[in-house]
């Protein structure tokens, strides 16, 4: 019938309507179909608010807050913008601490409206304003703050995630993302049951050799404490903006067995959390995803066991903090478990990011109610056994009793060797 | 190490990789057949991924998502039909004016819409549901058919002819007393729709999620597949298989300890590339394009 309409040529419009009246036919036909899925009503019981969030983090960093006197900092923080419950969000947290702790002022930048070439007129305008401190929370503006720090030598600067050597008045803080990527890998082969786990990775680059080995070791650490062995799969897909991608990967790692899947993939790693949830869903099986770098717990509630978390917030507040107490030093400054910059996420960090998304009216207080007890719950579904080891590894981490290799590019490929 | 089941398995798979280029390609050809280029097709790809996701999410209904994504492609295709049939301007300018709009609209709104940055998971309900038994798409089954009633158009009716004449000659196909403009324009509205239905695919139907730039570059070798197809809908079939196929083996040796110790992880991810440009350089000898395609029609 579509063909012989089409033919008469005058009424080809119609063929379009034909099209989408077939299309909304079978689809609300199909949506009358009873589907199998039950809905799942839950009571709420804890009530998340984003004071309380807040003050929670803040009491925690007071004690060392006030051992020495401090002058008054005003600062400033260059993040994209707010609201994506990650990075930014956690970078804007920083800067509060600071003004609570530390009495600092702190205003706030957004780059996300600046293009790349105007990075550096963007930047000079802030030092122009007269900061005692300027936190750049944008690795790819390394070069420009490099330039400036020559320019203006008395601007002190901290940027994160980037090396900028040789500079006295910029401090670079980076993370010790191998240490927290060891946490989630030995937390992943306690909880296998398959005795496979994997890693989805974005692209074969130094920075991302840090997870996977880190991931790797932590492993290789339970095996050896356990004497179990575990398969590990592990895959690069190559590319940080491609989500499908990243859930072909991570479902051909569950189908070959795999039952916890870590990802370091920037927005290819949203497929890896899909993949989980949809391989759940067909089959039965219990299986899970780890986060990476923000607590990622609430993007599918129920299906992410725990993250690995950098603590952008505490580098933010680090940074002011030299400057206030005078201790303001430049070169690089590595944050581990030991100091706080990166760890497994903890109850408290989900109920600030739930706090900020109430905040910011990107969730409704029930909504953020809803996922957190979801969250609690699979959380709490974790023998309390396996923490205690997991945070046994955590206790030797920090006391150095162990230590994770940092890969290079002369060493990666003898680490892989090692740790498969 | 090849046993059947495992072959069976890359083959169930790579229906998901093949579906939004297929669809794309589709769309592209049907459009290029007429005589009008729309390399929008990412841009496309990308905008009706947002409203399908946007509009499932509201109604908790794939169903309305699929409208949704491909109302947005009709939309896009009125605007780049306006602009290349009706007031003769650059198609190739439209097409590039059409994906940098939608990088550009897409980051903006999924803040606007869900207050969040960057990316937005829409609930269960809004993701389509698989076929019982073999687990593919009820959107594959579409995409198939789709393939084979556009090859049953073009070349077994009588509008598929005008369509193919408009393309080839204009000015014979209007002297014959073909409304040339409407011709393709209608063709781009079809072709457009058909890439917005190759969004929707890639947001609420593989996946369940809007990214900035979700497509990650299918738009664009869907009209390397367009090339390669000769302008034909079922070779788009093949070609579309073909790359799916790969894409998906690809991801398979990824994960076989012999193969990532021979070869270096980026270039296994360079295979369906390079197959697919082989095979198309292969074949290019014999791939004719329309004759006026990307060329506005004027009456003297």
């Known amino acids: ?420 | 190490m090849l046993d059947l089941t495992l072959l069976l398995d890359v083959v169930l798979k790579s229906t998901w990789a093949l579906m939004p280029i297929l669809l794309a390609a589709l769309g592209e050809i049907f459009s290029e057949r007429s005589g009008v280029v729309n390399i929008g097709l990412e841009g496309i790809m990308l905008l009706s991924a947002l409203a399908a996701v946007a509009v499932a999410d509201y109604f908790l209904n794939p169903w309305a998502g699929v409208l949704a994504g491909v109302g947005m492609g009709l939309l896009i295709g009125v605007v780049h039909g306006v602009i290349s049939v009706y007031l003769k301007g650059d198609q190739v300018i439209s097409g590039i004016g059409v994906n940098l709009f939608a990088y550009g609209f897409v980051a903006y709104a999924i803040e606007v819409i869900w207050h969040v940055r960057g990316y937005y998971t829409p609930r269960y309900e809004a993701k389509m549901p698989r076929l019982p038994v073999i687990g593919v798409s009820p959107l594959f089954i579409l995409s198939i058919a789709l393939a084979i009633v556009m090859y049953f158009i073009l070349y077994k009716t009588d509008y598929g002819l005008k369509v193919r004449a408009v393309g080839e000659n204009p000015e014979a196909a209007d002297v014959v007393g073909i409304h040339v403009e409407r011709t393709q324009f209608i063709s781009t509205l079809v072709g457009a729709a058909l890439a917005g239905l190759g969004g929707t695919v890639l947001s609420i139907d593989w996946l369940a999620a809007i990214t900035k730039e979700l497509p990650a570059g299918r738009g664009f070798i869907a009209l390397a597949i367009v090339n390669f197809a000769n302008w034909n809908p079922t070779y788009a079939l093949g070609g579309s298989f073909v790359f799916g196929f790969l894409w998906t083996l690809s991801e398979y040796l990824k994960n076989l300890e012999v193969a990532k110790a021979l070869i270096p992880i980026p270039l296994i991810n360079t295979i369906p590339y390079i197959a697919t440009l082989a095979i198309t350089a292969g074949l290019i000898g014999r791939a004719r394009p329309p004759r006026h395609v990307g060329k506005p029609y004027k009456k003297e």
Do not use: C
Request: charged fraction near 20%; hydrophobic fraction near 45%; avoid cysteine.
């Open chain 1, 1 to 420: 019938m579509v063909i012989y309409l089409v033919s008469l040529g005058r009424t080809a419009l119609t063929v379009l309507a034909v099209v989408i009246t077939a299309i909304v036919v079978a689809g609300v036909m199909y949506a009358a179909v009873p589907k199998g899925g039950q809905t799942i009503t839950q009571t709420v019981t804890v009530t998340v608010t984003k004071t309380e969030a807040v003050t929670q983090t803040i009491t925690a960093t007071q004690v060392v807050a006030t051992t020495t006197p401090t002058q008054h900092v005003k600062a400033a923080v260059i993040i994209r913008k707010r609201g994506d419950l990650g990075f930014n969000d956690m970078a804007w947290l920083g800067g509060q601490m600071a003004v609570k702790n530390l009495g600092a002022t702190v205003e706030y930048f957004y780059y996300e409206n600046v293009p790349m070439a105007q990075y550096l007129e963007f930047l000079e305008n802030i030092v122009r304003r007269g900061f005692d401190i300027i936190v750049v929370v944008n690795f790819m503006m390394a070069e420009q703050v490099a330039e400036l720090a020559d320019k203006y030598p008395n601007q002190k600067f901290a940027i994160l995630d980037a090396v900028v050597e040789g500079k006295p008045n910029v401090m670079s803080i980076v993370f010790k993302e191998n240490e927290g990527s060891a946490l989630v890998g030995a937390l992943a082969t306690y909880l296998s049951k398959s005795g496979t786990v994997g890693i989805v990775l974005g692209m074969d680059i130094p920075p991302l050799w840090k997870f996977e080995i880190g991931y790797k070791w932590g492993i290789h650490y339970v095996m050896n404490e356990t004497g179990r062995k575990v398969k590990i799969l592990w895959e690069y897909v190559g590319t940080f903006g491609d989500p499908n991608k990243g859930k072909e990967a991570a479902t051909l790692m569950l189908q070959q067995g795999a039952d916890i899947v870590y990802h370091a993939a920037g927005e290819t790693g949203l497929g890896v959390i899909d993949a989980v949830y949809d391989y759940s869903q067909k089959t039965g099986k219990k299986v899970y995803a780890i986060g990476v770098d923000a607590p990622q717990e609430w993007i599918r509630s129920g299906y992410v066991i725990a993250s690995m978390v950098k603590h952008v917030e505490v580098a933010v507040y680090k940074a002011v903090e030299d400057v206030a107490k005078g201790s303001f030093k430049g070169g690089v400054v590595a944050l581990g478990i030991r100091e706080g910059g990166v760890d497994i996420s903890k109850p408290e960090d989900i109920k600030i990011m739930m706090g900020i998304a109430v905040e910011l009216n990107l969730m409704s207080q029930d909504e953020a109610n809803k996922v957190y007890n979801e969250v609690m719950n699979l959380r709490n579904s974790i023998p309390s056994e396996v923490w205690d080891k997991v945070m046994l590894l955590r206790e030797k981490i920090i006391r150095g009793e162990v230590s994770i290799p940092i890969p290079t590019a002369d060493t990666i490929a003898e680490l892989r060797q090692r740790y498969g």
